[in-house]
């Protein structure tokens, strides 16, 4: 034994070569802690003073190799400033050049997933060599930052420039075979050999076979590019990369320019380019945000995998209503494994459900991520039928029929009689009260609500919506049955609109409050995205459909009817309303605040429409000015105050599943990390202000809670500062 600790050990073998194991000890992954980063310069420092070691293998004993470094440490550190970065920096750089620069061969055996700073250990290696199930890369530009632990230096010099920026700048995940092609290992083999051809290649190395010193080398020299090829590789890669990116996300930018910067430098000189780069990003509120909201994601992950182990599997599922949403829960059901029986009453509802599957299936089959016959496969996991014949067997119902609660009742109450008295009821409702529709029901404690988001292939989130009777056992089915789907499911208390759609209406009702003082809504768009929405909040009201914002509002209205009457129809009609009852209901019927037209691709694309601006005239009561902080704070305050009280009012569990959800199922811009974090940007004293002056003149709903004006006048926060995180 040469080595030691908590999460590595080297021992030598007879062979005289050195196993360095990662096995970071009460944990089920590897991280590169700061405290497992000490370990391996003490690790890497016992074998330079071991005598007659003739080469070393880098090896796991978890299932992954290392999954990247800690990242629940990067807040207090980035919080601890640059000084303590370029320190910490330079120290993780001694340690892996000290392990680039050993006197003998070295090797890295990846049977797992090696990301981030695990990427970045095994590129410090002369050889790699690769399970066939293994994936590599670096996603460090997701969080905001940049690889800074050699990552943009090693790389580039590896695979190529070109290569590198694709995978760094891309934060992508690199199956093995693409990491063999690139030239990012030496060889794949399956899992069982993985050990056999790391130790071969070594032999051969040690043997003076295979020149290990002119691999190093070459990772060691300035990038061998011609300044064509340069400003090819690089200027437009900046210029692509930019456009996809967006204002908002610095850091694949960033990380382009440190490669470019590094190419004609030697290793060390290129590593001080990266550093000096990573620590201006770690600085950002981008980074701090994008690496509070992984943060949050494993808040959210963690609670879901606790209610999983309280679950029964749910190997059967029914999903009651066919038709687009109905099809695209069969599909999100089979695809990830679950038979499911879709039901209807009518034939042709039927058909429709299955086409939305088939087409669902068919682009995954187009875009080579399925095979015709796994298709075929798959698509038998979806059963149709008109009766309720085999409904005996099934474990959850999911009930997705109109939005309407007499129609729901009815549905929910006949298939409770058809079930047995097991199987869990869940209600795909974006607005109806859970308790409401619970009312006729013999057991309440077996049903829940599960609203999906549309469309349901693509949006991650799924509430899982608890009555007042629904069970634990009830929550944990269906919690388990969104996680086998792929979803995210977030678990909130009732109340009109549940989480997500409570706290999306008063965003809306500050929309319509902007119509009335003569706003323009393409502007308002305009700003909202600038701020970094998906899309402005005119052109959502044509996606969701002007039907169902009126349904909906109407529904608040009746729930909160203080702060958000007049989107009911109380008082003047509003731009919404007037929309609707012009038979302009969006994308729908291609006319709404826009009008639309299909693309090249068969796409609805917006266009201006005069006759929707004439229209939203009519609800104008004045005429006025709006520069683009007052267009946010009208927007966004109405929104980050209801977020505030469905946190105070226990309909959401915690500020990370709060923020979580508005991510995933509004598309609240990620890099300003969700509403409470917003506020907490802000500060809870700046925000209260702003509201105070807005409610001033617009009501109650920009008013500030109690609580809210307590945590204002405290200094205090929903999240931790840098420093205590």
Known sequence: MIYQGNAITVVRGDDDVATLTFDLKDESVNTLSSAVITELGEAIEALRNENGVAGLLLA???????VGADITEFQVMFGKGADFLESMLMQVHDIFNAIEDLPFPTVTAINGLALGGGCEVLLTTDFRIMSESAQIGLPETQLGILPGWGGCVRLPRLIGADNAIEWIAGGTQNRSDAALKMGAVDAVVPAEQLEAAARDILARAMAGELDHRARREEKREPLKLGPIEQMM???????????????????????????????????????????????????????????????NDQVVKKKGSHYEKQASPVTQAAVLGAGIMGGGIAYQSASKGTPILMKDIKDDAIELGLKEARKLFTKQV??????????????????????YGDFGNVDLVVE????????????????????????????????????????NLKRPANFCGMHFFNPVHRMPLV???????????????????????????????????FLVNRVLFPYFGGFSLLMEQGADFHRVDKVMEKFGWPMGPAYLLDVVGMDTAVHAGEVMARGFPERMGSLGGEGEKSAIQLMYENQRLGQKNAKGFYAYEEDRKGKPRKVRDEAAIELVKGVAKESREFSDEDI????????????????EDDIVGSPAEADMALIYGIGFPLFRGGALRYIDAMGAEAFVAQADELAEELGAL?????????????GERFYPTPAQA
């Open 463 to 497: 509430e899982v919506i608890r009555g007042e009777q629904t069970s634990d056992a009830a929550v944990a089915a269906t919690v388990a049955y969104a996680r086998a789907m792929g979803k995210t499911p977030i678990v909130v208390n009732d109340c009109p609109g």
């Open 632 to 647: 946010i704070a009208r927007m966004m305050v109405p929104l980050c105050l209801e977020a505030v009280r469905c946190l």
């Open 366 to 387: 187009e875009r080579g991520k399925l095979t015709s016959a796994k298709m075929a496969e798959r698509l038998s996991n979806i059963r149709p039928t008109l009766s």
């Open 702 to 714: 920009y008013a500030p809670t109690d609580k809210l004006r307590e945590m204002a006048a405290a």
């Open 400 to 439: 997705a029929v109109v939005e309407n609660p007499k129609v729901k009742d009815a549905v929910l109450t006949e298939v409770e009689g058809e079930v047995s008295e097991e199987t869990i009821l869940a209600s795909n409702t974006s607005t109806i009260s859970i308790n409401q529709l619970a009312a």
């Open 60 to 66: 796991s004993a978890k299932e992954a190799f290392i």
């Open 233 to 295: 590789a690089f200027e437009t890669a900046k210029g692509f990369v930019a456009g996809k990116a967006g204002p908002h996300y610095p850091a694949p930018v960033e990380a382009i320019k440190v490669i470019q910067k590094g190419a004609g430098e030697t290793r060390d000189r290129a590593q001080a380019i990266e550093a000096k780069a990573f620590i201006k990003l770690a600085m950002t509120d981008v980074a701090f945000n994008l690496v509070g909201l992984f943060m």
